[in-house]
Nanobody, 127 residues
């Protein structure tokens, strides 16, 4: 059964960096787009970043653009999210997702278009 497993979350201070990882259990996701979403308590799940299956395009939410970098390592079936200059507003559970959204950049930001989800990893940024 294909699974996504996140790791790397933790408690950091504002301004610190953290790198999240997402490991795929099989090569099922080779031709899938991969993405990171996050969900803070009492809020809806929010798009963070996505990368196309071929690494040709990366997409970011405005709130993380310039601070976060998504990176896909195909031969290791791994996805990373490098998070720099962290802010308390970045506090959330971060989820890795795989899907096959079609169309323009906006489609990659839509959670319902992703079929597979990891269990999430908590990121807490203190002020």
């Amino acid at each position: 059964q294909a699974q996504l497993v996140e790791s790397g979350g933790g408690l950091v201070q504002a301004g610190d960096s953290l790198r999240l990882s997402c490991a795929a259990s099989t090569r099922t996701f080779y031709y899938y787009a991969l993405a990171w979403f996050r969900q803070a308590p009492g809020q809806e799940r929010e798009f963070v970043a996505a990368v196309t299956w071929d690494n040709a395009n990366q997409y970011y939410s405005d709130s993380v653009k310039g601070r976060f970098t998504i990176a896909r390592i195909h031969h290791k079936d791994t996805l990373h999210l490098q998070m720099n200059s962290l802010k308390p507003d970045d506090t959330a559970v971060y989820y890795c997702a795989a899907g096959r959204p079609m169309g323009g950049a906006d489609m990659f930001t839509r959670a319902p278009l992703y079929n597979y989800w990891g269990q999430g990893t908590q990121v807490t940024v203190s002020s």
